[in-house]
Nanobody, 121 residues
Framework: EVQLEESGGGLVQPGGSLRLSCAASGFTFSNYAMSWVRQVPGKELERVAA????????YYATSVKGRFTISRDNAKSTAYLQMNSLKIEDTAVYYCAARWSPLISQPDNYWGQGTQVTVSS
């Protein structure tokens, strides 16, 4: 059974930090690119960060570049998203996603259930 289990979300004040984790199982984690995708209710999905299967190449959306860092530990089959200098507009459900294709334009194959991040004073 393929599983992606996010954790680390919660309530944080503007300017604060959170680290999200995504524990993967049921597939060969090291063969998949990983992404963090967020969604505000009623808005379109936004891919905020991606990392290739080996962890050497990363992508960030303009909205988070310089503030968020994606990483992965293939030995632990876990991906991470370090979020710093959080803004109110970062409030969203954050999903972990796995993709066989290295191309971020291609659909993700597996999705987690999501974890809520709320940035509020």
């Amino acid at each position: 059974e393929v599983q992606l289990e996010e954790s680390g979300g919660g309530l944080v004040q503007p300017g604060g930090s959170l680290r999200l984790s995504c524990a993967a199982s049921g597939f060969t984690f090291s063969n998949y690119a990983m992404s963090w995708v967020r969604q505000v209710p009623g808005k379109e999905l936004e891919r905020v960060a991606a990392i290739d299967s080996g962890g050497g190449v990363t992508y960030y959306a303009t909205s988070v570049k310089g503030r968020f860092t994606i990483s992965r530990d293939n030995a632990k089959s876990t991906a991470y998203l370090q979020m710093n200098s959080l803004k109110i507009e970062d409030t969203a459900v954050y999903y972990c996603a796995a993709r066989w294709s290295p191309l971020i334009s291609q659909p993700d194959n597996y999705w987690g259930q999501g974890t809520q991040v709320t940035v509020s004073s």
